[in-house]
């Protein structure tokens, strides 16, 4: 290794060990670790900003600023109180409800827009039945990530595989998408254990559920009849986005732009609801994983997976599969998805049929970020929304329950991909 690859390393472990134990807070720490690499000349600023991936930072201050607007209306609050009417206020169907809502919303929705949907919903009916919003939100964060692995549009490395592969939305839907749907059956099972048993609501609270008014909850119905209609425009355009030539980001950043315009509301209030020390972390992030691409390290990684199956089709599955799920769990899935591709294109050309190894890639990289807290965006949206309000989750509490919920799911696809490719 070179001094500026040990550098690249040592600055990546430490930021990484700095997140991990909570010593100092996330974005500070990524932040450091970025300003570390500029510092010691691993990277030049032109090649940091390189590396932030805008189209994500992009969608998450137009989805923040548009949620912003649409709070105001009281939609969050109304179908908060009509999901409680029909769960009857009992905290574990609640529970699956909007798991099943978040899984679908983010099959069709980039998850980071779905998480910051569901979150104010979630934050407003946990308050009614006097709950921790914490088993809800952790819930919702994984299944935001194993509905993102459904389809084509689901989550960015999907995208990037389609469009190298020239996969279709309906191959997803027959691969990626059964699988899901396995994996999504044994979490509910596994959340059942895990929250749905100790899970509870006193009965004045849920007496009190049966008793709320949900047309009362609009607080401004001309905005949310304009909500209702731009939502349904956001929608359309993150599904159509590639036909319309349009980036996820523009997408977002127009809605956030339209609702501003038209929505009447103090602008300030509006900014400050925006989670920037969220925005700053994935900034830090990217560029500290940059950082390890720049020097060559995660090809160096790619390279020696390649190799260690010596041509084996079972066996290069399998690995593929696990180590993109533990190395996204802790890695931007990104880049390391961007390195893979070249690889199994290679394979291609030589003869080799790599249709399986594209969905293990895709399966590994999207549900391996259920394996920690940074291991996607809509973890750490959602976990920023959730510690604002006085909920934290932690690096250590989700790692409990989200490492051995990721290795569940990835043992599934497991099964999936020899049976289907076996």
């Not at 649409?70 to 009992?90: D, M, P, Q, T, W």
């Not at 960015?156 to 020239?166: D, K, L």
């Not at 425009?233 to 986005?241: A, K, R, S």
């Amino acid at each position: 290794m070179t001094t500026t690859q040990i550098i690249a390393v040592v600055i990546f472990v430490v930021t990484m060990a700095a997140i991990m134990t909570e010593k100092i807070h996330r974005t500070v720490a990524a932040v450091t670790g970025a300003l570390l690499l500029l510092l010691t000349g691993v990277l030049t600023v032109d090649s940091a900003f390189s590396y932030v991936d805008i189209n994500t930072i992009g969608v998450l201050v137009g989805m923040m600023l548009f949620v912003a607007v649409v709070k105001n209306s009281g939609l969050f609050e109304y179908i908060a109180i009509r999901a409680a009417k029909i769960a009857n206020g009992h905290p574990w169907k609640l529970m699956v409800l909007f798991v099943l809502i978040t899984a679908i919303l983010s099959a069709f929705l980039d998850n980071v827009t779905t998480v910051l949907l569901i979150g104010p919903m979630t934050l407003a009916i946990t308050n009614m039945l006097k709950i921790n919003p914490i088993p809800f939100f952790m819930t919702q964060i994984m299944a935001s990530n194993i509905g993102g692995t459904a389809t084509l549009i689901g989550d960015p490395p999907n995208i990037m595989i389609g469009s190298a592969a020239g996969l279709s939305f309906v191959d997803f839907i027959a691969n990626t998408g059964v699988a899901v749907v396995f994996v999504l059956a044994a979490t509910l099972v596994c959340f059942y254990f895990i929250y749905g048993r100790k899970l509870r609501v006193e009965p004045q609270a849920m007496e009190a559920i049966h008793g709320l008014d949900a047309e009362k909850a609009i607080k401004d119905r001309p905005l949310l009849i304009k909500s209702v209609v731009v939502i349904v425009l956001v929608v359309l355009g993150f599904i159509f986005h590639a036909q319309l030539g349009l980036e996820s980001c523009t997408i977002a950043l127009t809605a956030a732009a339209v609702m501003l315009l038209i929505g009447h509301q103090d602008i300030e209030e509006v900014i400050t609801g925006v989670e920037w020390t969220t925005i700053l972390f994935f900034t830090g992030l990217f560029v500290v994983v940059g950082g390890l691409q720049e020097t060559g390290i995660i090809q160096v990684l790619a390279n020696g997976l390649m190799g260690l199956t010596k041509g084996h089709m079972t066996m290069t599955i399998l690995l593929i599969l696990w180590v993109s799920a533990i190395v996204s769990s802790f890695l931007d899935n990104i880049p390391f998805v961007a390195t893979l591709i070249p690889l199994i294109l290679t394979m291609q050309s030589s003869g080799v049929d790599v249709t399986p190894l594209w969905w293990a890639v895709s399966l590994g990289a999207c549900l391996g970020g259920n394996g920690t807290l940074i291991g996607a965006s809509a973890n750490v949206v959602l976990s920023g929304i959730s510690t604002r309000h006085g909920f934290p989750i932690t690096f250590a509490s989700y790692f409990k329950v989200g490492f051995p919920m990721m290795l569940v799911s990835v043992a599934i696809s497991t099964v999936f991909l020899l049976i289907r490719f076996g």
